[in-house]
């Protein structure tokens, strides 16, 4: 296990430093789907492009208690095997030089031996490897994972359309109930 962690985040660290600029000597980015990857790769490729964000934090009666600008980019890596997407709070184009920004970076690829797929997320307030499994149908995306705080999630991306989609986290609490934490509401960037 320690091997996969070091060489995911290694994956990581290339693939983020590819993000910024250097994809012409990496040669990482895609930029179409492989015809030859998994047919749910086509659910994931619904978010590829460049999104502005409304982040929002919520209490479990569902109020909103904060509420942040981001932007979250997502392209084909690997070959058009893998979709990756790096979230950035606040926006670029609004942080000031005394801002530190959080980054958030995602790697996803389909495992067919699971019939799931698998992805890995770090961040720079974590600065901890995540490890998800999602499964995916046209209409919805739902990733599970366990965070570097021990707590049960689930991840949600739904009404997927063209030009915006929503997201929710959820936790679980007492075993049984799923309570929404997060929300996500994104539009295509200009």
Do not use: C
């Not at 619904?46 to 980019?73: H, M, P, R, T």
């Not at 997320?121 to 490890?131: A, G, M, Y």
């Amino acid at each position: 296990m320690q091997i996969i962690k070091k060489t995911a985040f290694s994956l990581l660290i290339l693939l983020t430093f590819h993000a910024h600029g250097q994809h012409d000597t990496l040669g990482l980015l895609s930029s179409e789907m492989n015809i030859n990857a998994s047919e749910t790769t086509k659910d994931w490729g619904k978010l590829v492009g460049n999104w502005n964000i409304v982040f929002e934090a919520v209490d479990e009666s569902g109020k909103v208690q904060q509420s942040f600008e981001a932007e979250w980019n997502w392209f084909y890596i690997l070959d058009g095997y893998a979709i990756q997407d790096v979230f950035i709070l606040p926006p670029r184009n609004l942080a000031k030089k005394t801002d530190s920004p959080f980054y958030g970076v995602g790697v996803r690829i389909f495992d067919e031996d699971t019939n799931k797929w698998q992805s890995v997320w770090v961040d720079t307030s974590n600065k901890k490897l995540e490890f998800r499994e999602a499964t995916s149908t046209a209409e919805q995306i739902t990733m599970y994972q366990t965070n570097a705080k021990g707590e049960k999630l689930r991840i949600t991306y739904f009404d997927m359309a063209p030009s915006s989609f929503e997201w929710k986290q959820e936790v679980l609490v007492d075993n049984k109930n799923w309570v929404i934490t997060q929300l996500i509401h994104a539009k295509k960037a200009s």
